[in-house]
Nanobody, 116 residues
């Protein structure tokens, strides 16, 4: 089993920055990809950014150039640096940990609110 905990959300003004953290614990030796997803009220959950074990990354078009995903494999941590935040970035942000066994584990989410 893998436990996933996100932190770092909060309320910020448009143009501000936040850094989200994701900590995976438990049976993490077979961790593969890690990713950040978000879900705004009334909308489907969507991919924000993803990073492979080898640190290859991909981003949603809406966050390219503003968000940076990175990970510390030794600590099984992952981060999302979010700059130039916009009101449309307001959502609950979730961390997903994908294993080589093809199992996925999700955290409970952290709220990000961007005021205009």
């Amino acid at each position: 089993q893998v436990q996933v905990v996100e932190s770092g959300g909060g309320l910020v003004q448009a143009g501000g920055s936040l850094t989200l953290s994701c900590v995976a614990s438990g049976s993490t030796f077979s961790t593969r990809d890690m990713g950040w997803y978000r879900q705004a009220p009334g909308k489907q959950r969507e991919l924000v950014a993803r990073i492979t074990l080898g640190s290859s990354t991909n981003y949603a078009d809406s966050v390219k150039g503003r968000f940076t995903i990175y990970r510390d494999n030794a600590k099984n941590n992952m981060y999302l640096q979010m700059n130039n935040l916009k009101p449309e970035d307001t959502a609950v942000y979730y961390c997903k940990v994908s294993m080589v066994t093809l199992s996925d584990y999700w955290g409970q989410g952290t709220q990000v609110t961007v005021s205009s």
